[in-house]
């Protein structure tokens, strides 16, 4: 079993940058693939980004593409989510995810049900 935690969370003001850090224990990143989803409050959980630790294909949403980049360090056992050019409507929880690799993965790697791995999320503030 893959036990995961997030960090790196915190306030920032829009135009500003935070790098999200995913730490596996338990378990190594090998044969997983990794997810970053965010939930805001009143709003469903959206997947954020994805990243086959596998071949390093990488998956964005388009509300972040261009300004979110997600790498690997498998010798670390660490995905990371580097957020640029921040918005305030990028204000949420973050939580990262690892699910099996695979086709599933590749083709719905922004759902929730691809994942069975889940950390406990850390919060992102930007402000106006």
């Known amino acids: 079993e893959v036990q995961l935690v997030e960090s790196g969370g915190g306030l920032v003001q829009a135009g500003g940058s935070l790098r999200l850090s995913c730490a596996a224990s338990?378990?190594?990143?090998?044969?997983?693939?990794v997810g970053w989803f965010r939930q805001a409050p009143g709003k469903e959980r959206e997947g954020v980004s994805g990243?086959?630790?596998?071949?390093?294909?990488?998956y964005y949403a388009d509300s972040v593409k261009g300004r979110f980049t997600i790498s690997s360090d498998n010798a670390e056992n660490t995905v990371y989510l580097q957020m640029n050019s921040l918005k305030p409507e990028d204000t949420a929880v973050y939580f990262c995810?690892?699910?099996?690799?695979?086709?599933?993965?590749?083709?719905?790697?922004?759902?929730?049900?691809?994942?069975?791995?889940w950390g406990q999320g850390t919060q992102v503030t930007v402000s106006s």
């Open positions: 338990g378990s190594t990143f090998d044969g997983y693939a």
């Open positions: 995810a690892a699910g099996e690799e695979g086709p599933r993965y590749r083709n719905y790697w922004y759902a929730s049900l691809v994942y069975d791995y």
């Open positions: 990243i086959s630790t596998l071949d390093g294909s990488t």
